[in-house]
């Protein structure tokens, strides 16, 4: 089982204040798993119908994700999603930068996309957008990859690799949503290699003082949430 530094345990909302440590955040998921898994086992031995097949499908994938954050996903950065409320506000503002901007094509990169959630807002709110997601774990990278293939839109692209390598050089804007020290550290990477203009917005966590928030966004989601959205000089 991976273990986390507290402070860079990524939960959307206060879960911290709750328990007293990662390491029982990780515990309680494991519970969690193992009440899913017993829900499941009891439901295939139950006669199947259409009723019952359908929360055994949501059950089924949540077990499959829970688990798959507790064994495979070896990084300090769970597959978590920006939630409903943070997407839209974050392509609303991305939308209006692009116009304002008037860029065509607007260069869009998510650093660490996970399953494409945020991409997949974004490249459809900005249709002169070119979006790229980057995500270095393969499940989530392909699952996020094999949906833009079947749905679109055709502005959306992914990439299953490191993004620390990946030149920023030619981006208008990124956006990404990773744990408060990985965030500080991708602010310095961004701030050698972008080109003055583009923005950068962090989903939760603030970057390093090189950087001065143009807005600091708050949501409810409906958990308190917010993106610190930058500039750069
Ligand atoms: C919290 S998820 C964010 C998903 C998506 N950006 C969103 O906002 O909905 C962060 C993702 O970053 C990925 N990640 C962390 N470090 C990475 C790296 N060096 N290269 C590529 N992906 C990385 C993790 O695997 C994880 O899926």
Redesign the pocket.
């Known amino acids: 089982m991976p273990s986390f530094d507290q402070k860079d345990f ?1 939960m959307p909302f206060s879960v911290r204040k709750i328990l007293p440590s990662a390491q029982s955040q990780l515990n309680i998921l494991g519970g969690v798993t193992l009440a899913l898994a017993a829900f499941a086992a009891w439901s295939l031995l139950q006669p199947l119908t259409w009723t019952s097949a359908v929360p055994l499908v949501f059950v089924g994938y949540a077990f499959l994700r829970i688990a798959y954050e507790l064994t495979l ?1 070896r ?1 300090n ?6 939630t409903f409320a ?2 839209r506000k974050i392509a609303n503002f991305l939308r209006e930068d692009a116009s304002a901007r008037g860029k065509d094509p607007y260069r869009v990169i ?10 997949r807002v974004i490249a459809k709110r900005i249709p002169q957008a070119k979006v790229v ?5 393969r499940i ?1 990278c392909a699952q996020a990859a094999l949906v833009q293939r079947w749905l679109g839109p055709k502005n959306l692209s992914y990439e299953c ?4 390598p990946f030149d920023c050089s030619d981006i208008d804007a990124a ?5 408060p020290s ?1 965030a500080r550290r991708v602010g310095e990477k961004l701030h050698r290699e972008l080109k003055p203009g583009s923005v950068v917005i962090s ?1 939760t966590f603030p970057l390093g003082d090189e950087w001065t928030p143009l807005k600091i966004m708050d949501y409810r989601s409906p958990f308190k949430e917010r993106a610190y959205i930058y500039r750069k000089d």
Do not use: Q
């Open positions: 990524p996903n990084e950065v769970p597959t978590l999603a920006t943070g997407r998510d650093l660490g996309s996970g399953r494409g959630e945020l991409t997601g980057i995500e270095f774990a989530p690799r490191d993004f620390w956006v990404f949503y990773l744990n990985m989903h």
